[in-house]
């Protein structure tokens, strides 16, 4: 390559002076900091048990003990997130508060208090934007940033992470997870390996072995329903899914097929995108045929609402305000909503409001062809 360039000088008449020796190393330079620029240094940093660390550090009293942040164990609420206090006793996020009760009787029930979370979640928010403004929040509490190029020209990723917990923690006294990496998929499994008050790197040599070792619900977008397909085609692993062609993959599941052909392979090209600040989720579905009966109908939306509640909760996302929206056989299409005190992420709470909804349209009377419900309002960075 080098001598490419340098012949047509040679041919020019260019004699081996200093001058020239120093053309040659520009390129050598250039072409070297190209190939590094492909290898991004990318940190994800997510706080240790937020919600329930947040209500152990405002009363002392919590402290050392098992607390479990949702709705009070009498009631239908479910676990928002628990101390690892609690953990030990198998109590985890999105478990009912009756089933957690019921494993640990002598646990702390708390209620959430969003607007502290929401005021910490600014604050550590703050912390990442000393280093780089290419910071992607995914929820309250999880970021990815990008220091591949960063405001204090801190060469390595793994100093700008330790740098980002320790301040974190003089800030809000609380503690974080970190994972450095070269793509946003491996540095967030990364930030979850050593929790709590992790910090694990994963560079591209550690990478392949690490990725076929990893369980397949651990990839980026594999939830329940996939999990449970890919143990059908025998996937189980990491190493399992590198063994699928990409054409089978696609067959089996859509454009995201190719997705997982890429990511297992460590190929994860998803810039940090600070201007990602989602405003609603929904979901809808035109049906096979126009239909009028409501109990039809309530069927269609539970099935939208179960799953809503399950991107909802993958994406950590609540959201106060419920809108159905029905489009009648006619085409005309009408939405209704509600706006909630508190945030909400499940299924049956949704479809509690979504009949009330219902009810004020006039499906039923004229038939429907699609039905939608979205949460807005959200409870988000
Ligand atoms: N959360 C929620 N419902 C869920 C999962 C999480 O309301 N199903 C909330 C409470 C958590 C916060 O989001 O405190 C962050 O979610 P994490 O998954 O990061 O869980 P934690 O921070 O609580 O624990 P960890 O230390 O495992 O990150
Ligand atoms: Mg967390």
Redesign the pocket.
């Given at each position: 390559m080098v001598t490419l360039c340098a012949a047509p000088r040679v041919a020019a008449g260019l004699k081996k002076t200093k001058k020239y020796t120093i053309i040659i190393t520009e390129q050598i330079t250039n072409k070297m900091s190209e190939e590094k620029e492909k290898i991004r240094k990318i940190i994800h940093v997510?706080?240790?048990?937020?919600?329930?660390?947040v209500e152990q550090r405002d009363r002392p009293e919590l402290r050392g003990k098992p607390v479990v942040?949702?709705g009070p164990p009498n009631s239908r609420g479910?676990?928002?997130?628990?101390s690892?206090e609690a953990r030990k006793y198998g109590i985890h996020?999105?478990m009912p508060s009756s089933q957690a009760f019921r494993l640990c009787p002598w646990a702390i029930f708390v209620k959430?208090r969003f607007d502290v979370?929401t005021n910490v979640s600014k604050e550590i928010r703050e912390i990442f934007y000393e280093y780089t403004d290419l910071v992607e929040p995914l929820?309250?509490?999880?970021a990815y940033l990008d220091v591949t190029e960063n405001k204090k020209g801190i060469l390595l990723a793994t100093e700008v992470a330790r740098q980002i917990l320790k301040k974190i923690y003089q800030k809000t006294r609380l503690t974080a997870?970190a994972g450095v990496s070269f793509n946003k998929f491996l540095a967030k499994i990364a930030s979850?390996i050593n929790?709590?008050k992790g910090l694990t790197v994963i560079t591209p040599k550690m990478a392949p072995a690490f990725i076929d070792r990893l369980p397949i619900r651990k990839f980026f977008g594999v939830g329940k329903v996939t999990e449970k397909k890919m143990a059908a085609l025998g996937i189980k692993t990491g190493a399992d899914l590198k063994k699928m062609k990409k054409e089978e993959l696609i067959n089996h599941f859509g454009k995201v097929g190719s997705f997982y052909y890429n990511i297992v392979r460590s190929i994860d090209d998803r810039p940090v995108n600070p201007h990602r600040i989602r405003k609603s989720m929904g979901e809808e579905q035109t049906l096979s045929k126009d239909i009028d009966d409501r109990q039809q109908m309530l069927q269609v939306l539970e099935k939208i609402a179960r799953s809503l509640e399950e991107h909802l909760?993958k994406n950590?996302i609540?959201g106060r305000t419920i809108t159905l929206k029905v489009k009648y056989y006619d085409f005309k299409q009408i939405t209704r909503s509600i706006t909630l005190e508190a945030p909400v992420?499940e299924a049956d709470m949704i479809m509690k409001y979504v009949k009330t909804l219902l009810d004020k349209t006039e499906a039923g009377k004229k038939k429907v062809r699609l039905l939608g419900i979205t949460l807005s309002s959200l409870l988000t960075p």
């Open positions: 997510d706080m240790d048990a937020f919600y329930a660390s942040v949702g479910v676990v928002a997130t628990c690892y996020s999105a959430p979370y929820s309250l509490d999880e997870s979850d929790k709590p909760k950590r609540k992420d």
